[in-house]
T-cell receptor, first 111, second 113 residues
Framework: QKEVEQDPGPLSVPEGAIVSLNCTYS??????FMWYRQYSRKGPELLMY????GNKEDGRFTAQVDKSSKYISLFIRDSQPSDSATYLC???????????FGSGTRLSIRP | NAGVTQTPKFRVLKTGQSMTLLCAQD?????MYWYRQDPGMGLRLIHY???????AKGEVPDGYNVSRLKKQNFLLGLESAAPSQTSVYFC????????????FGPGTRLTVL
């Protein structure tokens, strides 16, 4: 079983829709949960960062962590064509020297 | 402040050739990483370093070697390239721990024929 599972998509939605992206993980020791966004032919960049459980909101983006279900989500409200990218979840714990990335979900927002 | 830079951006090799990819960061970060990204596989860690002079194996280290002689540089070497090493290679760095924000370079597209 992979430590982090992420649906690769692709996911295509119309502009203005609410997008939900998800990852599941297997190790309950994970405490740090991140979402990276990667535009085509670019390196990933950090989008959202959450420690432990709960929600975090930043503009149109909300990151949600459910540790009891080992499930993390990224919601995008009022999606824009500029949100078209691959979104990678990443998880880690404090004593680890590396984080683990999901395989990424390719998202396309149709004008 | 250039962030993380990678050299070269593109390269085509023949099977059996060797090459070195260079990563440089100007943020005084302790941690540096080399990943490869293949379709459907996400980012897989090849090697990483937790400080100058240290290196460690990641998830897919076979066929690669690394060195971190200077804090700002992290080199990835392919001694005898194989077609299975055709990939996009990303370097990243983070301040003091792996869970600090990782800053990525623009990537190197490598094709091995």
């Amino acid at each position: 079983q992979k430590e982090v599972e992420q649906d690769p998509g692709p996911l295509s939605v119309p502009e203005g829709a609410i997008v939900s992206l998800n990852c599941t993980y297997s190790n309950s020791a994970f405490q740090y949960f991140m979402w990276y966004r990667q535009y085509s032919r670019k390196g990933p960049e950090l989008l959202m960062y959450t420690y432990s459980s709960g929600n975090k909101e930043d503009g149109r983006f909300t990151a949600q962590v459910d540790k009891s279900s080992k499930y993390i989500s990224l919601f995008i409200r009022d999606s824009q064509p500029s949100d078209s990218a691959t979104y990678l979840c990443a998880i880690g714990y404090s004593s680890a020297s590396k984080i683990i990335f999901g395989s990424g979900t390719r998202l396309s927002i149709r004008p | 402040n250039a962030g993380v830079t990678q050299t070269p951006k593109f390269r085509v090799l023949k099977t059996g050739q060797s090459m070195t990819l260079l990563c440089a960061q100007d943020m005084n970060h302790e941690y540096m990483y080399w990943y490869r990204q293949d379709p459907g596989m996400g980012l897989r860690l090849i090697h990483y370093s937790v400080g100058e002079g240290t290196t460690a194996k990641g998830e897919v280290p076979d066929g690669y070697n690394v060195s971190r002689l200077k804090k700002q540089n992290f080199l990835l070497g392919l001694e005898s390239a194989a077609p299975s090493q055709t990939s996009v290679y990303f370097c990243a760095s983070s301040y003091r721990t792996s869970t600090d924000t990782q800053y990525f370079g623009p990537g190197t597209r490598l094709t091995v024929l």
